[in-house]
């Protein structure tokens, strides 16, 4: 069963995970352990305003290692799917829906991030390329990348970003290019991102990304 092959890959990673049961499963019936918790975004609500920011920092940080270091990543991650225990651990539910990502594909994604970040432009072209992303305007499909990921550049502080109005201006960016093809990748990568996104908008924990990513983007190109 595909869901529970998922679970074991996620096993002893950053978050917790519900483990399958063997013995009380079945080919269509997946039986597994229950893990206790509030909603994510229930306990952000009423979290304490360092208690927040740790927990967000850790999911950042979680998401990173799942696409650049484990190639393993949940593909569905609104936020009915996040847990936190009552001890103040993150647990993730539901994977039915996963994305695999080759050490190719994690080496790529974590060389365009770095090539963002410095603003070397033909750098990012190329991984894009690799990747497989097309545009008739190659420099400008740049210029929407550089505006998704600006975030993760050094020094940039989640609290102090316009997060819809940069989403507002990426949308109308994307609307623009014409011959634009986003591998399959993106599309359930750009899922989760925004979900990320949509948190850190909403709650604009003081945290800087690049740090919290940083060690991930190093072994993901070693």
Not at 22 to 42: N, Q, Y
Not at 114 to 124: D, M
Not at 194 to 218: C, N, Q
Request: glycine share 8%.
């Amino acid at each position: 069963m595909a869901e529970a092959e998922a679970l074991r890959a996620f096993g002893g990673a950053g978050v917790l995970v519900p483990r399958p049961i063997a013995e009380a499963s079945s080919a269509r019936v997946l039986t597994m352990t229950k893990i206790e918790g509030d909603r994510l975004t229930a306990w952000l609500e009423r979290a304490s305003a360092d208690d927040r920011d740790r927990l967000l920092g850790e999911l950042v940080s979680e998401v990173a290692a799942q696409i650049l270091v484990r190639g393993h990543v949940h593909a569905d991650p609104h936020p009915g799917n996040f847990l936190v225990t009552p001890d103040g651990k993150l647990a993730l539910l539901d994977f039915g829906c996963t994305l695999s990502l080759d050490r190719t594909e994690r080496a790529a994604y974590a060389r365009l991030v770095l090539a963002i970040a410095g603003a070397n432009h033909p750098a990012a072209a190329r991984e894009l390329a690799a990747l497989g992303f097309t545009a008739d305007a190659p420099q400008q499909l740049v210029l929407l990348t550089e505006s998704l990921i600006g975030a993760l550049r050094p020094g940039n502080s989640v609290a102090e970003l316009d997060w819809e109005a940069a989403f507002a201006a990426q949308l109308a960016q994307a609307k623009q290019l014409g011959g634009l093809t986003i591998p399959r990748s993106f599309v359930l990568l750009g899922r989760v991102l925004a979900t990320v996104a949509g948190l850190l908008a909403t709650y604009k924990p003081r945290l800087h990304i690049h740090p919290l990513i940083a060690r991930h983007l190093a072994a993901a190109i070693t």
